[in-house]
């Protein structure tokens, strides 16, 4: 009896120790097996496809990191093969008719004659400017948009452009992809952007970036103020002079831009 148990298949034996298999099914969510009360009642591909009442879910922490995930991802594939570039900001308000507006083009131009791509904030103003200058000499011309309420498009000298929700993504770009910047007169997003460089530089959390502002008579009380009250009351270390230069010369705030490619 023993042999014809040992030789007999396994559901034979079970059924001759009046035994049953457990389980009448079994569930595959991938590599992983449920059986029994594990078992759901609808698979992901239902609870996908499935309609939902409430759409509150769009609003919600876990989404809104889906969504910044997908902007880092959108903005690294749209600037990694960029080459050297360095980034122009300034007032959005800056009129065509203004000098400043001339020079911010001028410096355009000059960047993308040393096969260098300019960056901006993608707006009016100084940034379509040097948008306009790169595009018209050839060069490549990007615009990192952001929503606002009252923010138009893309200006329409921008050869590569995206817009983004959120202006920490946006900064993370203009850091990663520019080895310089011109600063040219603008209001708080402006100096918002010069002061975020400056802090990653004297921070350590990025190499060395060259950052020229033009126009004396709009920059120097600030920086004196800088650079005595707030150096003297021990808040800031000393700023490297090389790292940042004040000037009325758009040949040369190109220059210092271009010392962090060519170094």
Same mark, same amino acid.
């Given at each position: ?48 496809? +499935?309609?939902?009442?409430?759409? &509150? ?20 594939? +749209? ?18 008719? &203004? ?15 040393? &096969? ?12 379509? +400017? ?50 310089? +910047? ?41 920086? &004196? ?39």
């Amino acid at each position: 009896m023993a042999d014809e148990l040992r030789d007999a298949p396994e559901q034979d034996v079970d059924q001759e120790q009046g035994e049953s298999t457990p389980f009448d099914q079994t569930y595959h969510r991938g590599p992983v097996i449920l059986r029994g009360a594990n078992i759901p009642e609808q698979t992901t591909t239902g609870r996908l496809l +499935a309609s939902e009442d409430s759409t &509150d879910w769009l609003h919600m922490d876990p989404w809104r990191v889906m969504r910044i995930q997908a902007e880092f991802v959108d903005g690294f594939g +749209a600037l990694a093969e960029l080459g050297p570039a360095v980034s122009v900001f300034g007032s959005a308000r800056t009129l065509r008719t &203004d000098p400043r507006y001339k020079a911010a083009r001028r410096a355009g131009e000059l960047l993308a004659a040393n &096969d260098v791509a300019v960056i901006t904030g993608g707006g009016p103003g100084i940034m379509e +400017a040097a948008n306009r200058g790169a595009a018209v000499a050839g060069g490549t011309s990007v615009g990192l948009g952001i929503e606002l309420p009252h923010e138009q498009e893309l200006n329409p000298w921008v050869t590569i452009g995206m817009t983004f929700r959120y202006f920490f993504v946006r900064k993370t770009m203009f850091v990663k992809y520019s080895s310089g +910047a011109i600063v040219f007169p603008g209001g708080f997003g402006t100096l918002d952007e010069l002061f975020e460089l400056l802090t990653l530089v004297q921070t350590h959390k990025v190499k060395r970036v060259p950052v020229a502002l033009v126009g004396t008579d709009y920059w120097q009380g600030l920086f &004196d103020w800088v650079t005595g009250t707030v150096l003297d009351e021990g808040n800031i270390s000393p700023l490297d002079p090389e790292l940042m230069q004040i000037t009325d010369d758009v040949e040369e705030a190109v220059s210092v831009a271009l010392s962090g490619i060519r170094t």
